[in-house]
């Protein structure tokens, strides 16, 4: 079946610094990519989204990176303070009939102060 | 708006036993979901609904029972609880032209 895997586990970064969260994906048929970011005891929560026709999209802080050649997916967040420590995970809806999205392990991101 | 609740937030059950999952949403979504949580990993999606009165098998539908009665309800039902289902469980909703899920804030379930 079908799956979406992220390349790193774990990632620590300095506050201030810029982090990478990086995320593979093997069903080339995807439609729709979403980053989502889980805060401990909490339920996941929507960061920032990317149709499978755009190759970039910015937010706040953040900017989402799709390349569709390899399958790849990236997660930019500008300047990391201590409240962006949480796991990510992304996403991917391949039947957007049903919304249904598959998801990968998730990076655990640590900010250090 | 209270976005999506879930109730209980934490139960433990003995093996055998069976209890159900209350997800209820506020928004008026068509779309909910079960996902279930195992440490360290992803969700994994259990049951979905595309609309009142229909429901749908997800990854791992196994052991799991699930109805939406109502539109703002989408109930998940355990029959004879495994040890094997330890773990969190997490509703989810979403409708309207994004398919951004809406996560409730999870139950933790133990079986012993």
């Known amino acids: 079946g079908e799956s979406v895997g992220l390349h790193l586990p774990t990632l620590s970064v300095q506050e201030g610094d810029n982090s990478i969260i990086n995320c593979a994906y093997s069903n080339s048929a995807s439609d729709y990519f979403i980053w989502y970011k889980q805060e401990s005891g909490k339920g996941p929560q929507f960061i920032i989204d990317i149709r499978s026709n755009m190759d970039k999209r910015q937010g706040q802080r953040v900017t989402v990176l799709l390349n569709k050649t390899v399958k790849h997916l990236s997660l930019q967040i500008a300047a990391t303070q201590p409240g962006d420590s949480a796991v990510y995970f992304c996403a991917e809806i391949g039947n957007t009939n049903a919304g249904k999205s598959t998801f990968g392990d998730g990076t655990t991101l640590t900010v250090k102060p | 708006n209270a976005g999506v609740t879930q109730t209980p937030k934490f139960r433990v059950l003995k093996t055998g036993q069976s209890m159900t999952l209350l997800c209820a949403q506020d928004m008026n979504h068509e779309y909910m979901y079960w996902y279930r949580q195992d440490p360290g990993m992803g969700l994994r999606l259990i049951h979905y609904?595309?609309?009142?009165?229909?429901?749908a098998k997800g990854e791992v539908p196994d052991g799991y029972n699930v109805s939406r009665l109502k539109k703002q309800n989408f109930l998940l039902g355990l029959e004879s609880a495994a040890p094997s289902q330890t773990s969190v469980y997490f509703c989810?909703?979403?409708?309207?032209?994004?398919?951004?899920?809406?996560f409730g804030p999870g139950t933790r379930l133990t079986v012993t």
């Open positions: 989810a909703s979403s409708g309207g032209t994004s398919y951004e899920q809406y």
């Open positions: 609904s595309v609309g009142e009165g229909t429901t």
